[in-house]
């Protein structure tokens, strides 16, 4: 299993365990549907609820697009993007999309800005690739994720023809309605639901994570097991001191009444760079709202000590940090032994490079409690399917928790609205007539 360590919260135990019952509280409305949100919970047991059989059909969808695509693009943005490509660089080759192995497709990803040299260059690039392309929305109406969209089933059908674009486009999205359910109706595209009642940040252990992990070449299946393990260990019935998600939930919070307000979750494996944008997400849309909520930021150490360290060393003392620890990296490189020395490194001839990294961890924590910076740990022996199934269910679970711990309703997103308004109104989209008088009066 994952392993928590809060021994170096810089707060007593008894602020945390001040929290034990509001949070048994949090997870007994959780469990009987009785919180705020809760029509958004189908996450909660969503892992013992997958089925070898749904894995199954998964993994011949996911084949038949690895057969006949070298390059699969995953349009999508938010929830319906950020699971699926946490898992796939965490697993991949740091360079597979610059090194085609022969065996698996590249997987490039789209729909999740609007930057017009990003699209040009991505259609550029797919004019001379067999591509394919999943398209993941829950709405079935975001802009970015239509718009790329759009763009890429016109370039897909013209390269590919019509029969084989219906066979190497899959649309992941809701049941009835939304404009990517009618096209995926409409052109007879193969398509997967996406449960009324997970919202996008819970969705990656629905077909928006498990397709395109799966297309990836990556096992399914044993990412589920991590997660119905993490299930049965944070179960309601599990006390409070051995559930991690309801301690990391609680310390968190006890964090956070204490005026740290700022939370970074760091990694010391580049590999999970978008781990942290996932977890950014999970937590920043879940919380920030009702004028409350820690700001989540994801830092990749040891880059960023070169750059945000010195404010996380002594700048205001309102941060704490969640390291995720990699015990045993996948491949072994050492130092080698120079005759000359120049570099005067010998001193590490012989050792593995991941020792260094895990010395440049150590040294971290001990800096940063001493300058003032809660550290929270969580350690994975490797970076597999299993394990990451299991930190992602950790972390939603202790999303869920933690987020009623504020007194917030963990499972919306109102604010995320307010840009979309203004944008389509200034776009003049119809049925935005009013808003668009009132943004040009604004403006003027
Ligand atoms: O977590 C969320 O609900 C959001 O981040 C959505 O996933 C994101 O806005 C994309 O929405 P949709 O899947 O409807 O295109």
Redesign the pocket.
């Known amino acids: 299993m994952i392993k928590l360590d809060t021994s170096n919260v810089l707060i007593s135990a008894t602020e945390v365990t001040a929290l034990k019952e509001a949070s048994m509280k949090a997870q007994h409305e959780l469990e009987n549907g009785t919180c705020a949100g809760n029509d958004f919970l189908g996450w909660l047991h969503l892992p013992s609820s997958i089925t070898p059989e749904f894995i199954a059909q998964l993994q011949a969808t996911a084949q038949t697009l690895r057969e006949n695509c070298d390059t699969v693009v995953v349009a ?6 950020l699971g699926a490509r946490a898992v796939i660089e965490a697993l991949g080759n740091s360079f597979a999309h610059l090194t085609h192995d022969g065996k698996n497709p590249t997987i490039l990803y789209a729909g999740n800005n609007i930057g017009e040299d990003y699209l040009f260059e991505l259609t550029e690039l797919l004019k001379s690739k067999n591509f394919g392309v999943i398209n ?7 802009t970015e ?1 239509a718009l790329a969209f759009r763009l890429l089933k016109k370039q897909c059908e013209e390269q590919r023809g019509k029969e084989m674009a219906r066979k190497v486009i899959v649309a992941v ?1 809701d049941a009835k309605k ?1 404009a990517a359910r009618i096209t995926a109706d409409k052109e007879g595209y193969q398509s997967f639901i ?1 449960p009324d009642n997970v ?5 990656v252990l629905t077909p ?1 994570g498990l397709l395109p992990i799966a297309v990836a070449g990556f096992d399914i299946a044993r990412l589920v097991k991590g997660a119905q393990d993490m299930e049965a260990a944070t179960a309601v019935s599990v006390p409070f001191e051995e559930n991690p998600s309801a301690v990391y939930a609680a310390t968190r919070n006890a964090l956070y009444r204490n005026g740290k307000k700022i939370e970074i979750v760091v990694n010391f494996q580049p590999k999970l760079h978008y781990f942290g944008e996932w977890w950014k ?1 999970l937590y920043g ?1 879940s919380e920030g709202k009702d004028g409350k909520g820690i700001f989540n930021a994801a830092v990749d150490f040891s880059t960023d000590l070169h750059s945000m360290g010195q404010w996380i060393q002594e700048g205001e003392r309102t941060i704490f940090e969640t390291v995720i620890s990699v015990e045993q990296p996948e491949h072994t490189l050492l130092f080698p032994s120079d005759e000359e020395n120049l570099d005067g490194l010998n001193f590490l001839a012989g050792k593995r490079v991941d020792e260094v990294n895990k010395m440049a961890e150590l040294g971290t924590k001990l800096a940063h409690v001493d300058g003032g910076v809660p550290n929270m740990r969580i350690s994975i022996p490797c970076l597999d399917e299993y394990n990451l199934g299991q930190l992602i269910y950790f972390f939603e679970k202790a999303c869920g928790i933690s987020g009623l711990l504020l007194e917030v309703n963990p499972f919306n ?1 109102p604010g ?1 609205e307010a840009y979309k308004k203004n944008m389509f109104a200034l776009l003049g989209k119809p049925g935005y007539e009013k808003e668009t008088e009132a943004v040009k009066a604004r403006l003027n």
């Open positions: 999508g943005i938010g929830g319906s993007y993941i929305s829950k709405s079935g109406t975001t994720t999205t939304g996406i919202g996008g940040r819970f969705s928006v997400q849309e997103q995320v």
